[in-house]
């Protein structure tokens, strides 16, 4: 099962509570499809400025590999505080790391809940690696 | 989805498949920059049993492609092969085809999305030619191996062929991994040298191994149809859906040199709006490269300052060239060497240069 600290949306964008503020990233399962395995098959990712202020849902930035494009989405709303940086020319560690080092952006969400998310158990599921 | 010869083959060798024009085919087996790099530099071996081939024979044979087709059949040397399209009447295609010309017949490649439009449309033309059509998609393997290493590769399993002396675009026959009498052409959509071959399909499985055992010494490795989208690209091939469609004429493309408006060759469908088209184009199929990291992809659009004026019809990146690059329609005073255009990304712009194609030609010996 993936880590059960954190919430999930079925477009394979997590979100973790940390203080304050929540963490965004995706999955493994989500580089896995755009990578194949091949973290330098990951060629951009494009996220927003701290600031912007986000709605639950809304596609806040892309991420790219050699031959696809994909959304990434807001699992909550709230305003963008920080930037992993360390990500934009960097990707690899995106690649190897996606739980913890591999970080997308920090949000001050504008309400706690996560009761419309998925759990861990609920994203595998969505995934089809439902536990026997 | 419908399944090679070779289907089976593709996982055990690390294959990811997915669904391609009708068929399940291996889009990759590692990274696909590293198959790119190993077609430039050594040698690949692709699976390209999808495409459709149709032999066509009768006493009219070579007079039915010379209407249905772009290129002029009857002037094709016997043992030569040229590119040509199949049009509509309006000049737009239904496909692009390579035309092998024999004695006593003329056998097509086709594209596996459109074979059995191609089929349909070649069918629909043949009242008054005493011509037969043979599918023999389903009794033939095609195997291409791509690459500077693909004659001494080849070589290791092929008698009573001297792949010396076959001249590029040209084809023959001998007995390759110990079956006799295979087609083997000096062709590919890689930009760089190699072969296709075409193997009955029951000795299929056998021959892909003995071709890989052989290729081992030069480095050799399966190559899927990412790579070899990028390959062509690089190349400055067109593929239909995107450089070539029901929209775009084969002119503005670039592929006047698949296209014979001599005399001799009669009239043909298609011929009088792609002449029309020669003497006055109105946009010009471009390469473009970009020093940004966004990938062009197709679909994106084009500006020139806020005016739209044009949409990527294919884009990778390359790492022959460096830097991601792409194709697209330009209308003729943008159509120039040096020209900056504007790639939209939902708003964000990253500019793109206007070059000559191909991206790449290899250094011919």
Not at chain 2, 79 to 87: E, H, P
Not at chain 2, 99 to 104: G, H, L, N, P, Q
Not at chain 2, 169 to 192: A, D, I, K, Q
Not at chain 2, 327 to 337: G, K, V
Request: net charge negative.
């Amino acid at each position: 099962m993936r880590p059960d600290d954190r919430h999930y949306l079925p477009s394979h964008e997590w979100v973790k509570t940390d203080g304050e503020t929540v963490v965004f990233g995706i999955t493994d399962f989500a580089v896995e499809e755009l990578s194949h395995g091949n973290e330098d098959d990951l060629v951009y990712c494009d996220l927003p400025e701290p600031g912007r202020k986000l709605t639950q849902g809304e596609t806040f930035g892309e991420i790219e590999s050699v031959k696809a494009v994909a959304d990434l989405n807001s699992p909550v709303a709230g305003e963008v505080v920080e930037v992993n940086k360390v990500i934009e020319d960097h990707l690899q560690v995106l690649a190897k790391d996606p739980w913890d080092k591999g970080w997308l952006i920090r949000v001050k969400p504008d309400d706690t809940s996560m009761s419309h998310l998925l759990n861990a158990e609920g994203y595998d599921a969505s995934v089809g690696e439902a536990d026997e | 989805m419908r399944h090679t010869p070779l289907h089976d083959e593709h996982e055990p060798l690390g294959g990811k498949l997915v669904e391609f024009g009708g068929w399940h085919m291996p889009v990759q087996y590692g990274p696909i920059l590293e198959e790119v790099r190993c077609v430039r530099e050594r040698v690949g071996l692709f699976d390209l049993s999808h495409m459709g081939r149709f032999n066509l024979t009768g006493p009219d044979a070579v007079a039915f492609v010379d209407r249905v087709a772009t290129c002029y059949c009857a002037r094709i040397p016997l043992g030569a092969i040229r590119y040509g399209l199949l049009c509509r009447p309006t000049g737009n295609p239904i496909d692009d085809i390579l035309v092998y010309r024999s004695e006593d017949e003329v056998f097509l490649v086709v594209n596996a999305g459109n074979a059995d439009a191609d089929r349909e449309w070649l069918l629909a033309h043949a009242d008054g030619f005493e011509v037969a059509l043979e599918d023999q998609t389903e009794d033939l393997a095609m195997i291409a191996l791509q690459g500077p290493l693909s004659e001494v590769s080849l070589a290791r399993v092929t008698e009573d062929l001297d792949l010396s002396k076959l001249g590029y675009y040209r084809f023959s026959h001998g007995t390759v991994c110990g079956c006799p009498n295979v087609r083997v052409s000096r062709t590919g959509y890689t930009g760089e040298d190699g072969f296709e071959i075409y193997i009955p399909t029951g000795l299929a499985v056998d021959a892909w191994r003995s071709l890989l055992e052989a290729g081992q010494a030069s480095g050799m490795a399966p190559i899927g149809l990412g790579a070899r989208d990028t390959l062509r690209l690089e190349a400055g091939m067109p593929l239909y859906g995107h450089e070539i469609d029901a929209e775009h004429n084969p002119i503005e493309a670039g592929l006047k040199f698949g296209v014979s408006f001599l005399e001799e060759k009669g009239d043909w469908i298609g011929r009088a709006p792609l002449e029309a088209l020669h003497a006055a184009p109105s946009r010009a199929l471009v390469g473009l490269v970009t020093e940004g990291k966004r990938v062009p992809r197709q679909g994106y659009s084009l500006f020139d300052g806020e005016e739209n004026v044009g949409t990527i019809c294919s884009g990778a990146v390359s790492p022959t060239v460096g830097k991601n690059i792409a194709t697209a329609y330009l209308p003729l005073h943008l159509a120039q060497t040096g020209q900056l255009v504007d790639m939209d990304l939902r708003g964000k712009r990253q500019a793109c240069t206007v070059v000559d194609l191909p991206f790449y030609s290899r250094k011919r010996s």
